[in-house]
């Protein structure tokens, strides 16, 4: 009898596989043929093995699974945690890699979810930039996310670009002109005005009144010094002698007397009495 209970107990052994016996190893490990190890950093459990990580994913503290990186960040080499986007580059998705800002754009801080475009006046020819290129003063672009420097233009007649950076939004103050490509307000002279936002400068209602005004008062004052002039010159025909001269050398007027001519006595005609 203790026999053949012998021999059942070595059938049961060679027909039950010995995992059956064996326990399951826990998530974040694989089994060896003598014990559970731990998966490697970067990598978590799969049915069979450990498995790594995709890109934008890191592995759990145990290893258990991968976890996407939040946006803006991407696993770091070993996949064992994330890291901030660098200076010119972005990521808008979770469990997404890095990627590089495009020409007309730029990223000027880690961590950025997207990039931006170079604001008007300024240019960016190159990808992965963290600043765009001024276009400098008196200049300025006709949009955001211009890509090379031929972009840059002049400013509009009525703006002013005073700044290496300039949006051309700048307009130009009441009595100053700023023509095209202008840096800095021109101040109007005292005889001209203009309204804001223009490009030149036009002569005053004011200045063509004290135009008029000034010929006015010259015109009358020389006519009036005409008539003054005239009436003097008048007066002057039936004024009087200042002075009487007197005279007394008498002999000088005997002989002014004897310069007149006597008169002739008249001969008389009778007419025959």
Not at 10 to 33: A, E, M, N, R, Y
Not at 117 to 144: E, F, L, R, V
């Amino acid at each position: 009898m203790n026999h053949n209970r012998s021999i059942l107990f070595f059938i049961v052994l060679v027909l039950v596989p010995l995992s059956k016996c064996c326990s399951i190893c826990p998530i974040g490990t694989i089994s060896d043929p003598v014990n559970c190890q731990n998966c490697w950093k970067g990598f978590c459990t799969n049915i069979k093995d450990c498995r790594t990580c995709e890109n934008g994913f890191y592995s759990s503290s145990n290893r258990s699974i991968c976890i996407p990186c939040e946006k803006g960040f991407e696993n770091n080499q070993e996949h064992s945690g994330c890291v901030e986007c660098q200076l010119g580059y972005f990521n808008s998705k979770m469990g997404s890699r890095c990627l590089a800002c495009a020409s007309g754009h730029y990223s000027p801080m880690i961590a950025m979810t997207a990039c931006d475009k170079c604001p008007k006046g300024s240019y960016q020819n190159k990808p992965a930039t963290w600043k765009c290129n001024a276009c400098g003063k008196g200049k300025t672009t006709d949009n955001k996310g211009s890509k090379q420097d031929s972009d840059c233009v002049s400013c509009n007649e009525g703006t002013y670009c005073n700044k290496t950076i300039n949006s051309g939004d700048n307009v130009c103050p009441k009595n100053y002109k700023c023509p095209a490509g202008c840096s800095n307000p021109i101040k109007c002279s005292l005889i001209r005005k203009s309204q804001k936002g223009m490009g030149s400068c036009a002569l005053s209602v004011e200045f063509f009144l004290i135009l008029f005004s000034t010929i006015g008062f010259i015109v009358l004052v020389v006519v009036a010094g005409i008539i003054r002039y005239r009436k003097i010159q008048e007066r002057k025909k039936f004024k009087r002698p200042d002075k009487i001269e007197y005279y007394s050398d008498f002999s000088k007027l005997e002989e002014k007397r004897d310069l007149v001519p006597k008169p002739q006595a008249k001969e008389v005609v009778y007419s025959g009495f």
